[in-house]
């Protein structure tokens, strides 16, 4: 039984595939008129959100609360941080009040394998700064998945843009990499990672050559709030030669899927019409993370039997 | 087992629901069944069905994994060959409704596909009633996607033991068991081999 979900170094391929597994069972739930059941009942599960996010916070709440667990939400904004509060003392005042699983998002890389050392609750990571979103690499697979069945053995697939400051692509290349998919990441050396050798990974920084040869484009956001504008001259610059516009997007094979965690940059990483375009899954993406967090959740808190 | 290769309700049954929870020790009691007993006993439940409703126009068969939609089929299989009409189909897993998470292990069995339910008849189906808990767990899982007309339920084997205050409308047999044995129903398409119902249980000298 899976007691937190830190890093996907945590999972074998046997555990991913059981996860994703799991994930369509309950991307069924998600399709019913009643779109919930009791699983997790009695549980509570607390999102711990040190940086800013919208759609992670509120797709892990939506999946605690369609396995009727109770969710209580903490944002940094308007808490006792703000009085100057230790992340120790912050977490051990959380677990005092009873809770299950803890939902973490903060900027420094290890912030979650840290609480899960100081409290008892289950900890999953939603983000710890460039470091790893393990979420998200599991509903990328299930999206990818839902698409192309359940085998990635030389699937292709390209990560496009900040790699070196992206914990989706760091998660991402893993899972991928575990399932036996290829990964080319493509960028300008300023943006892939600097130990690149040690990742089990192709690398190319000419986008317009890769394309044709890859079964799915990934684009990362280039993130402006962590100073990726001083890593190339001008956002007009990467977008003239990394951003899938809709002429570069003809260079892909027909049946190519496009990807994004988002938030988006339309006009930068991805053209409007592109992302809105028959080969993009992104608002897919989007929809099975409620499942894969379910799938998550319901292995951490309810699988299992009692924890001795 | 994924959404994608199950064709039909039920199609597929994931491998990790094979290992017994005995680890191996029960031996052998007895053979209860045998292929020709069991197809009668789906015969006659067929035939018990369709005789309580007066047809079969309304019917759906909804089979509890691991077993119940493989039985399910076999029920309307039967059902279409003496009435000649389709017989609608559904697999229900009750793993997010049972009052054991927590408890014990407690894993999803297979993909959830139930046809629209309101109005109808449902018959829930399994192999073997036990403890009632499940189909109390299918009663739950159920009332949540939608509104039979009636909710009847059908069984190959009554074992007894009952802990909720749950009954079968529709037995294949009656078979009075000890709490510590084990009741054994294989099916061709889900177990392999021959079709059968065992009793197991553990060596005479641990069961004085």
Not at chain 1, 187 to 197: D, R
């Amino acid at each position: 039984m899976m007691q937190h979900l830190l890093s996907i170094d945590d999972l074998s391929r046997a555990d991913i595939e059981q996860l994703l597994e799991l994930s369509e069972l309950f991307v069924e739930v998600t399709q019913r008129d009643i779109p919930k059941v009791p699983a997790l009942r009695g549980k509570t599960v607390v999102s711990l959100f040190y940086e800013d996010s919208t759609r992670t916070r509120l797709s892990f709440e939506t999946a605690a609360k369609r396995l009727s667990a109770d969710t209580m939400t903490f944002t940094v904004g308007s808490s006792s941080v703000r009085k100057g509060e230790s992340l120790r003392d912050t977490v051990q005042t959380i677990e005092a009040m009873g809770v299950d699983a803890v939902v973490v998002r903060h900027s420094a890389a290890g912030a979650p394998h840290r609480i899960a050392t100081w409290i008892d609750a289950a900890i999953v990571n939603a983000g710890d700064g460039a470091h790893e979103h393990p979420t998200q690499a599991l509903l990328d697979l299930l999206t990818l998945r839902r698409h192309r069945g359940p085998s990635f053995d030389g699937l292709h697939v390209a990560i496009v843009g900040d790699v070196r400051r992206s914990r989706v692509a760091r998660s991402g290349v893993k899972a991928l990499v575990a399932m036996g998919a290829r990964v080319t990441l493509v960028g300008p050396p300023t943006l892939l990672p600097e130990a690149l050798e040690t990742w089990p990974v192709e690398a190319n920084d000419d986008l317009d050559a890769v394309l044709p040869e890859v079964d799915v484009v990934y684009l990362l956001r280039i993130q402006r709030e962590r100073g990726a504008g001083a890593l190339f001259p001008s956002l007009r610059e990467y977008t003239t030669r990394y951003g899938l516009t809709a002429a570069r997007a003809t260079r892909l094979r027909p049946d190519a899927l496009i990807m994004h965690p988002g938030p988006m940059n339309r006009g930068v990483e991805i053209a409007a019409e592109v992302a809105d375009g028959p080969a993009s899954i992104i608002t897919q993406q989007v929809a099975n993370g409620v499942a894969v967090r379910m799938a998550v959740l319901w292995s951490l808190l309810g699988s299992g039997g009692p924890v001795v | 087992m994924t959404a994608h290769d199950a064709a039909y309700p039920g199609g597929t049954q994931p491998s990790r629901t094979s290992t017994t929870p005995d680890g191996g020790r029960f031996v052998l009691r007895t053979r209860v069944f045998d292929a020709d007993d069991l197809r009668r006993a789906h015969t006659r439940i067929a035939h018990e069905i369709v005789e309580r409703n007066h047809g079969a126009t309304d019917l759906v068969l909804v089979g509890l994994y691991t077993r119940g939609p493989a039985v399910a089929r076999r029920l309307a299989s039967a059902i279409e060959s003496f009435e000649s009409v389709a017989v609608a189909l559904g697999a229900l897993d009750v793993a997010f409704y049972r009052d054991d998470i927590g408890l014990r292990p407690v894993q999803p069995l297979g993909p959830t596909e139930v046809p629209d339910v309101t109005g109808r008849v449902v018959v829930l189906v399994d192999d073997v009633l036990f403890t009632g808990r499940t189909a109390r767990a299918a009663l739950d899982a159920l009332t949540e996607l939608g509104r039979p007309r009636s909710v009847q339920l059908a069984v190959l084997v009554d074992r007894g033991h009952r802990q909720i205050p749950i009954r079968a409308d529709f037995v294949g047999k009656n078979l009075p068991t000890k709490e510590t044995e084990d009741v054994r129903v294989r099916l061709a398409e889900v177990d392999g081999g021959e079709d059968g119902i065992e009793i197991w249980g553990p060596p005479a000298t641990e069961d004085a």
